[in-house]
Nanobody
Framework: QVHLVESGGGLVQPGGSLRLSCAASGLNLYDHTMAWFRQSPGKEREVIGCISSSDGTTYYPDSMKGRVTISTDNAKNTVYLEMKDVKPEDMARYYC???????????????????WGQGTLVTVAS
């Protein structure tokens, strides 16, 4: 059984940075594409980016480029999200997701992902 467990959420000050972790069990990161999404109340779940765990290639939407970094530690079966210059609009629940497809064609679409964590809440306030 696959489990994705996110951690690291909490209160972040505007202009600060955050680092989230996603510990995976029941699957081998090396064989999956791992992604981070987020969702705030009343909004659609949006992609932050994804990583092909086999070769480390990352994909980010233009809105996130330069501000986020996704990485993996395959030995720990863990995916990380780092974000800098956090803004109030970054406040959301952040989700880790896994796809059995090596870099889905529509990697930005939540429908391409087979497994999801429960999410970790990030609050942005001074």
């Amino acid at each position: 059984q696959v489990h994705l467990v996110e951690s690291g959420g909490g209160l972040v000050q505007p202009g600060g940075s955050l680092r989230l972790s996603c510990a995976a069990s029941g699957l081998n990161l090396y064989d999956h594409t791992m992604a981070w999404f987020r969702q705030s109340p009343g909004k659609e779940r949006e992609v932050i980016g994804c990583i092909s765990s086999s070769d480390g290639t990352t994909y980010y939407p233009d809105s996130m480029k330069g501000r986020v970094t996704i990485s993996t530690d395959n030995a720990k079966n863990t995916v990380y999200l780092e974000m800098k210059d956090v803004k109030p609009e970054d406040m959301a629940r952040y989700y880790c997701a896994a796809s059995v497809v090596v870099v889905p064609y529509r990697w930005w679409s939540k429908g391409e992902y087979d497994y999801w964590g429960q999410g970790t809440l990030v609050t942005v306030a001074s």
